[in-house]
């Protein structure tokens, strides 16, 4: 993919301030996307950016196009183990009400919170995605989050696993997010850590860098915006909120043969790398960011 080289000329969603420097081209799978950096707050964007409506097809959710989601419901029996375990975690804090899973897809991690006694809503880009959810029973609006009608003060979990990355217009994003969430509500995000060594030391060739993904967050100026749009009490999991059993028996639907075991070992060693800092920042760049609507 070719991107024609630009200057960004945007206010920063986090910071407010218009210090994009060019940092470079992404080298991840030769996408050459051009990475921006907020010289204030840190924030990185990709720019300019690809219309969303190109970018999630049939091919993208069957895995089939060329930067893809692998296709949920061949590996849908092995995911629930951490659909589970992350509900699990979830009811600690809400252990029932309105559930909305942002980016949905066909519905899998809806159908856990709906079995463990959530009222479960979902938003989908994709119609053909949000078509199979709908046919498994769940109500899903279909569309940008941005232009889905959801009523107020209404939600008591949000859910974005691996989403917020891929939305544009933040500001709006964390206002509606808000806006949708009951006083005390929680907000569940999942994106990747800038601030880790991980992403530092990958540069260019950090396995992020992909088309759909517009925003690239870190602990410090996510906690930012949130705090700016309303939200408090922000509990950081460094990795992911679950427990690595879960992880590891969730792999196993990607092993075609019992010698691909060893990878629970890498596995392992990533899950135990992630709960460890150097100088101050974790050596992974997972995280999962809990956060609560100011009452
Ligand atoms: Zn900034």
Aim: charged share 20%.
């Amino acid at each position: 993919m070719d991107f024609p080289r630009q200057t960004l000329n945007e206010i920063c969603p986090c910071c407010g301030a218009n210090l994009w420097k060019f940092l470079y081209n992404s080298t991840f799978n030769h996408y050459n996307i051009p990475i921006f950096l907020c010289a204030s707050c840190g924030l990185q964007t990709q720019y300019p950016r690809p219309k969303a409506s190109e970018l999630y097809t049939e091919e993208y959710y069957s895995g089939n196009a060329d930067f893809s989601y692998r296709d949920e419901r061949k590996t849908e029996k092995f995911d629930r183990y951490v659909w589970n375990a992350r509900i699990k975690n979830i009811q600690k804090f809400k252990y029932t009400g309105q559930f909305l899973d942002v980016g949905c897809s066909f519905g899998g991690f809806l159908n856990c919170a709906k079995e463990a006694g959530f009222d479960v809503t979902g938003v989908e880009i994709s119609p053909f995605s949000a078509k199979i959810a709908e046919a498994r029973g769940f109500k899903v609006f279909t569309g940008e989050f941005l232009d889905a009608d959801l009523p107020e003060n209404f939600f008591d979990v949000v859910t974005l696993v691996e989403v917020i990355e891929h939305l544009s217009e933040p500001s709006l994003v964390f206002a509606k997010l808000n806006r949708i969430l009951k006083p005390g509500g929680l907000l569940l995000l999942q994106t990747a850590n800038f601030e880790g060594w991980q992403a530092i030391e990958a540069g260019p060739s950090y396995h992020y860098y992909l088309p759909g993904h517009f925003y690239y967050y870190s602990e410090s100026n996510l906690k930012k915006i949130l705090d700016q749009s309303g939200f408090k009490d922000h509990i950081t999991y460094p990795g992911v909120d679950f427990s690595l059993s879960a992880k590891l028996l969730k792999s196993r639907g990607s092993f075609s043969s019992w010698f691909e075991y060893w990878k629970w070992i890498r596995i392992g060693i990533y899950h135990w790398k992630s709960k460890f800092k150097k100088n101050g920042r974790p050596l992974t760049s997972s995280m999962v960011l809990y956060s609560f609507k100011v009452e």
